[in-house]
């Protein structure tokens, strides 16, 4: 009865994924219904006695780092710190375009190393768009560039996706543990991406190489008239924001060094900007993806639910075999499965739900590679195809906008070859990682 109450309920989770990757349904109201009817099941099962129990499968610490970051980064973008930053470092440049097509790129996952990489990419790509209107030329290598590097840099800090956060805070790993982990990998993996972009798209940079010089004429002129200022509504606000932003920055580089959560620094910053920006609390406050949060805490209560079931421990015999083989190899088969379900579903759910499995591989190798294995993979796929991400559907929404519109099937061949190779790689820095 257990197994088969397991079965029906993982049915249904997977029933409400489905259903929310189509978009044909609001994924906050779908996801209340599965917790609803998921919650009687387990009851009439006898897997629950009280209701109340629900409750110890809250994520408290995830939401509070995502209510925390959200009104940072809504305060970075209302203050024009941003957008002042890249453009003065844009009037650098002397109208190469490949040398804007690294500044522009990089400056993803520059930024995506202080604030989320959805931001970063959000930010970047809009001024990325607004320069190829005026400059003429086709931004689609670039964009797609940009978005790759932006799922790149989702595994370099605490504080880069929504996915490095709950890590974090599951093994309490600090600033300085990501970067020794991920900046190695990330640092190839961006550096082999440019000449195979170069590769795909060589016809759009070699017509771009031809008019340069009138490209550079037109950047020039266009980064010149531009006022960098004119994004800033309150210079007051702006001085505000960069002291405020500085000081988490340090705070989450220095302080999860030395014992204090991510949860912590990032709600504590949160209420720093409430404090200093009074006048802006509502829109801060209407800011914060209240669905989002309400859709995790569902997600929460039905992969608790699954979990108190005897099926994930069926899975558990197949997982030891692997890890008798291999450790490498059990680490690599269980993120190749989870980096194919996460590339067409959300990533934090299944991570809940296969959270046992996890914990298994955990307790039989080491937990540092599992978890990074884990998070390499579920930003590594979210390049794949367009609508694996947020991010994804965001540049094809822009881009249509922007009346540049890219198609689903423009990205695929450039997606599916690229997170191939990153994909590899990543299989072998697993083993380089056990060597070490």
């Not at 470092?89 to 790129?105: A, E, H, K, P």
């Not at 768009?129 to 290598?141: G, M, N, R, S």
């Not at 996460?342 to 991570?351: D, H, Q, R, V």
């Amino acid at each position: 009865m257990d197994v088969l109450t397991g079965y029906v309920l993982t049915g249904i989770f997977f029933i409400i994924l489905v259903i929310i990757a189509s978009e044909k349904i609001d994924k906050v109201s779908i996801t209340l219904v599965g917790v609803v009817i998921t919650i009687l099941i387990a009851i009439y099962a006898d897997l629950i006695q009280e209701i109340h129990i629900v409750y110890q499968w809250f994520d408290i610490e995830l939401i509070m780092t995502i209510i925390g970051v959200t009104i940072i980064m809504e305060m970075l973008k209302s203050s024009g710190l941003l957008e002042v930053f890249i453009l003065y470092i844009l009037r650098s440049i002397r109208g190469s375009f490949y040398v804007l097509t690294m500044i522009l790129s990089l400056s993803v996952v520059i930024l995506s190393m202080m604030i989320t990489n959805v931001l970063a990419l959000i930010i970047v790509s809009s001024i990325t768009i607004l320069i190829a209107t005026i400059a003429e030329f086709d931004p689609k290598p670039i964009l797609f560039l940009e978005l790759v590097y932006s799922n790149l840099a989702g595994m370099l800090t605490p504080i880069a996706s929504y996915t490095a956060a709950y890590v974090s805070l599951e093994q309490n790993w600090s600033y300085l543990d990501f970067l020794v982990l991920s900046l190695p990998f990330v640092g190839i993996m961006v550096l082999i991406t440019i000449p195979i972009t170069y590769i795909m798209f060589k016809d759009s940079f070699l017509a771009m190489k031809e008019k340069e010089m009138t490209f550079g004429v037109e950047l020039q002129r266009l980064l010149h008239t531009i006022d960098p200022w004119s994004f800033v509504d309150s210079r007051k606000d702006f001085y505000k924001a960069s002291i405020i932003f500085i000081f988490v920055t340090i705070f989450l580089a220095i302080g999860t060094s030395v014992g204090f959560r991510v949860d912590i620094i990032c709600i504590g910053g949160g209420v720093f900007v409430l404090i200093f920006f009074s006048d802006h609390v509502d829109s801060f406050i209407r800011a914060i993806d209240w669905p989002m949060l309400f859709f995790l805490t569902g997600i929460f209560i039905m992969s608790g639910l699954i979990q108190k079931t005897e099926l994930p421990r069926l899975l558990e015999e197949p997982t030891l075999r692997l890890i008798q083989i291999s450790p490498e190899i059990g680490i690599v088969t269980f993120s190749g499965i989870l980096g194919a379900l996460t590339s067409i579903i959300e990533n934090i759910p299944l991570i809940f739900l296969l959270r046992p499995l996890i914990d298994l591989l955990s307790t039989n190798t080491d937990p540092r590679i599992v978890w990074w294995a884990i998070l390499a993979v579920v930003n590594i796929t979210d390049s794949v195809i367009l609508i694996s991400s947020v991010k994804g559907i965001y540049i094809m929404e822009m881009s249509h906008r922007e009346g540049v519109p890219i198609t689903f099937m423009e990205y695929i061949r450039y997606g599916v070859t690229i997170t191939g190779i990153h994909l590899g790689a990543m299989a072998l820095y697993i083993f380089v990682l056990f060597l070490l």
